[in-house]
């Protein structure tokens, strides 16, 4: 009997290792081959599962994207508090650093490449949806809430990208301590803002 073979999770394991060389070289320093080498298979099997570079390249970027959609959504549906569920889309540890990792290397692919830039406004956009539910989830029992969280979740997500970026480029210093203090404090202050208590 013919063993059956996930395709998709084949491809996700592909992107694993596009994702993790990409870390160390960038985008335009990733080769087929050296994926393919990372691998131990063929470049031959790469191209079995994907046309070329760039399409290896972009489905790279969108299934990191979407991993990190992924870990916001588990927060709001664990139940914990605010604070915590937002932590859950920043670098406080590795495998979370590394989808930043990724996501910040897109960056000049995101400034020429149309189909790269609407990736990212579209998971830019999910991911202040999730926040403005976040917060309406958390906070619907306040009698100061707003009607519409999306503002104030465009605002937070600036303040995650921040922090998130500092915790990439400088881990030693942005330790997951001091990335969760600056979160606390910006939390606060647009509680202090609105006039919550």
Known sequence: MPVSIDHDERRRYVCDI???????AGVEGVTV????????CSTRIISH???NKRELLLLTFSEFSQ????????????????????????PLDEKRRLSWQVWLAFWGKTAND???????????R??????????AHRCKTHPDAPANWDFIAEHVLTVIVGIATQGTFDPQHWTADLQRT??????NALWRDRGFK
């Open 18 to 24: 596009a994702a993790r060389l990409i870390s160390r």
């Open 33 to 40: 081959r050296d994926v393919a080498a990372e691998a131990g």
């Open 49 to 51: 599962y994907f046309r």
């Open 67 to 90: 991993r990190s959609l992924n870990e916001g959504e588990a927060a709001l549906a664990s139940g914990a508090d605010l604070q915590s569920c937002l932590e859950a889309l920043l």
């Open 114 to 124: 149309p189909e790269f830039l609407a990736e990212q406004v579209k998971r830019g």
């Open 126 to 135: 999910q991911i202040s949806e999730l926040i403005a539910r976040l917060f």
């Open 182 to 187: 600056h979160l606390r404090h910006a939390l």
